[in-house]
């Protein structure tokens, strides 16, 4: 729909169960993986590929991992032959890092592909360097009629399902990256760090599933060094890197970054770890999390670090990422009548109000790790997400929810629409105030799509209080179902140019797409 150019050519939340490697060396296929290790002789090597986050207008922040001490240089230019390049300098990268770092690229042109290329220098021999390595992506566009289209999903490595060399490794990535889009926003478990990644795991059929190994797999990730090995594990493969190189990301966490269904101040009763106290847990993984991911709002002080933000597309888009995590309760059955802390934190919840209220783009997507009107159980009796289950007037969580709606509406805030992953299902839900509980709040829809590379799950309940319709679902009749059973899913937004329409669509791996939906703008509820 958008003016573009043509494409180019068990439980869910919990970890298969099994005995540890019986050894942590390494079993890393070259038809699948070849992102070396470490070799000090030579060169600096950035075979671990480059990325590129949070891209504007103007703006782009662009990712490399050294596999030594070197010195990180960003090249520019409007076309492949680098002709007229623009030089970036970039830091130091070394063992604080992980060997990773970032650069920022500023005064970008609007809605133009830009190539780059990163080159690794020998910090005391700036001569001495290593094989550039290329990637590019599109700026967001200065005008309306440009049009935008984008990608999410989310959900990787989890359930003991990880990279299957006899498939090909993560495919999907490959299918996502044909489709061109310009960013891809990944919905939270990039990673699984408490989920151990066995070699084989038979399959009910009587299959075996293949993966590949690494040692900081072999356990739950509880230092830092075991946490960096996770985000590491997925740059194995070949798909992600050749996409990471094509489309930019916009990337947020849920909780398998750290830990299954974790909340801060969580005392853990896991007999996996010796590391009981989940707040030390999530300071590690999020100093992982910023090592291996461009997002600019990580790379600030540490006391002005976040990962709720906005990121502007263009006047056709906003993106308001959330961090449903960090800030919430304690998991409960969510029963409580007064609830000012919430999914969000108080903070974050006027943060969210402000800045949707300050948007002028066309369309504002409310990036959530977490479903609305889902419920998402924990244990036996506590919530995990917002939906508790009681279809009556908000309560617990749900009453911070219902306070946001009631902004949305009360100032004709339009163009809202919610995404998330998190069920590892794919599924349409449309919210009327005719049919909930709780009526102070304009229409509109959520859109589930995942997992990427995960176990597949039954469709969840649904919580009446703000009137959910399940317009569309598919999803598996049975729990953890692998990805050699069932097709893994994401979904597709295209925002055309000229009509400003707003089309969704639920896509499977292989092509099919399995809902489309057609919103209008300028519209409080739809």
């Not at 290329?134 to 999903?153: E, I, Q």
């Not at 991911?293 to 990962?307: C, D, G, I, K, Y």
Request: with cysteine.
């Amino acid at each position: 729909m958008s003016n573009r150019p043509p494409v180019p050519s068990p439980a869910r939340r919990t970890v298969l169960r099994g005995s540890l490697l019986a050894s942590a060396a390494v079993a890393v296929p070259t038809a699948i993986t070849t992102a070396p290790a470490f070799a000090l002789s030579g060169r600096p090597s950035a075979s671990w590929g480059v990325q590129v986050g949070d891209v504007t207008t103007s703006s782009a922040l662009v990712w490399v991992r050294s596999d030594r001490p070197a010195r990180m240089v960003v090249e520019t230019s409007a076309t492949e032959s680098f002709r007229r390049a623009r030089t970036w300098h970039g830091p130091l990268v070394d063992a604080g890092t992980d060997f990773t770092g970032t650069t920022p690229l500023y005064g970008l042109p609007a809605g133009e592909r830009v190539h780059y290329r990163v080159t690794l220098s020998d910090p005391h021999d700036p001569r001495r360097t290593g094989k550039p390595v290329h990637g590019s992506f599109r700026t967001a566009p200065a005008r309306r009629r440009d049009g935008v289209r984008f990608l999410w999903s989310g959900d990787i490595a989890g359930q003991g399902w990880g990279i299957n060399p006899d498939i090909g490794g993560y495919r999907v990535y490959d299918e996502m990256r044909r489709l061109d889009p310009d960013f891809f926003l990944c919905s939270g478990d990039n990673i699984y760090a408490d989920g151990v990644i066995e070699p084989s795991v038979t399959l009910p059929d009587g299959r075996i599933w293949r993966n590949v190994t690494t040692p900081e797999k072999s356990k739950v990730a509880e230092t830092l060094d075991e946490y960096r090995g996770n985000f590491r594990y997925n740059l194995l493969d070949d798909n992600l890197r050749a996409f990471n190189a094509q489309v930019p990301s916009i990337i947020q966490w849920d909780d398998h970054e750290v830990r299954n269904n974790w909340y801060p101040g969580q005392i853990l009763d896991d007999v996996r770890y010796t590391e009981k106290n989940v707040d030390r847990l999530a300071a590690r993984s999020m100093q992982a999390f910023r090592e291996y991911f461009p997002v600019p709002t990580l790379q600030s002080s540490p006391a002005e670090r976040r990962m709720h933000r906005v990121v502007r597309h263009g006047p056709l888009l906003d993106v308001f990422v959330l961090d449903m995590r960090s800030f919430r309760n304690a998991n409960s059955p969510g029963r409580q009548a007064d609830d000012a802390t919430g999914i969000l934190g108080a903070e974050q919840l006027s943060w969210l109000k402000r800045e949707l209220s300050r948007s002028r783009a066309v369309w504002k997507v409310i990036a959530a790790d977490m479903p609305l009107g889902l419920v998402v159980p924990d244990g036996a009796t506590d919530i995990e997400a917002v939906a508790q289950g009681d279809p009556g007037a908000p309560l617990g969580r749900e009453l911070q929810i219902a306070e946001l709606l009631r902004h949305i509406k009360h100032r004709r805030i339009t163009g809202t629409v919610w995404l998330t992953a998190d069920v590892h299902y794919t599924s349409a839900q449309h919210y009327a105030p005719e049919r909930a509980a709780f009526k102070d709040f304009a229409p509109f829809w959520e859109f589930v799509s995942g997992p990427l590379a995960a176990g597949g799950f039954p469709a969840n309940a649904l919580d009446g209080t703000f009137g959910p319709e399940r317009v569309f679902v598919r999803a598996p009749d049975r729990a953890n179902v692998s990805p050699m059973e069932s097709p893994q899913f994401f979904g597709e937004v295209d925002i055309d140019g000229g009509s400003g329409e707003l089309t969704v669509r639920l896509r499977a791996q292989g092509g099919a797409v399995l809902f489309s939906k057609v919103l209008q703008p300028g519209r409080t509820g739809q």
